[in-house]
């Protein structure tokens, strides 16, 4: 199983529509989990943290299973500025080095 | 409040050269670490450095190094060049609290290597 393993995409959606990200992690130590946002050619920005079993931020919810070893993201509302690549993140320690899934790109379309 | 830097923000080298990148951390950050993300891909960790010494690494060969200096910027160095090493680099920077919690990397905008 590899360290993080996020769904493929791509997903295009409409405006308006709700959308959901998966992710799968193979370290059941691991203790915080972060889905981060890269724009096309941009660098990473941190979207949310997730330290228990969810995180909810206006149109964003970030969901965590520790038996399953899963994590989600959820996107109410979907704006034309969400188009962007999510990559699910897992850091081991508190400042050592960080996994990233291979992200999923979100087109939201007019 | 100025955010990481980094230099160049493109480089076109061939084969079996040397690359150096530079990497200045945001401001009151003293840790630096590197990251090699290739198209497609989710970015994946090279080195960490703090204190001036590289206290983790990720599965990266010896062609790859990297410095800190005293002002807490840091070099990437590549070594003989592959064409594999064409990549976006990352540096992010973050500082150690002596705390379990998690301290956010924030990340520069990259420098686009291209080895032909």
């Known amino acids: 199983r590899k360290e993080v393993e996020q769904d493929p995409g791509p997903f295009n959606v409409p405006e308006g529509a709700t959308v959901a990200f998966n992710c799968t992690y193979s370290?059941?130590?691991?203790?915080?989990f972060f889905w981060y946002r890269q724009d096309c050619r941009k660098e990473p920005k941190l979207l949310m943290s997730?330290?228990?079993s969810g995180n909810e931020d206006g149109r964003f919810t970030a969901q965590l299973n520790r038996a399953s070893q899963y994590i989600s993201l959820l996107i109410r509302d979907s704006k034309l500025s969400d188009s962007a690549t999510y990559l699910c993140?897992?850091?081991?320690?508190?400042?050592?080095?960080?996994?990233f899934g291979k992200g999923t790109l979100l087109t939201v379309n007019p | 409040d100025a955010g990481v830097t980094q230099s160049p923000t493109h480089l076109i080298k061939t084969r079996g050269q040397q690359v150096t990148l530079r990497c200045s951390p945001k401001s009151g950050h003293d840790t630096v670490s590197w990251y090699q993300q290739a198209l497609g891909q989710g970015p994946q960790f090279i080195f960490q450095y703090y204190e001036e010494e590289e206290r983790q690494r990720g599965n990266f060969p010896d062609r790859f190094s990297g410095h800190q200096y005293p002002n807490y910027s840091s070099e990437l160095n590549v070594n003989a060049l592959l064409l594999g090493d064409s990549a976006l680099y990352l540096c992010?920077?973050?500082?150690?609290?002596?705390?379990?919690?998690?301290?956010?990397?924030?990340f520069g905008p990259g420098t686009r290597l291209t080895v032909l």
């Open positions: 993140v897992v850091p081991r320690g508190s400042n050592y080095k960080l996994t």
């Open positions: 997730v330290y228990s």
């Open positions: 992010a920077s973050s500082l150690i609290l002596h705390s379990r919690s998690y301290n956010e990397q924030f």
């Open positions: 370290n059941s130590a691991s203790q915080s």
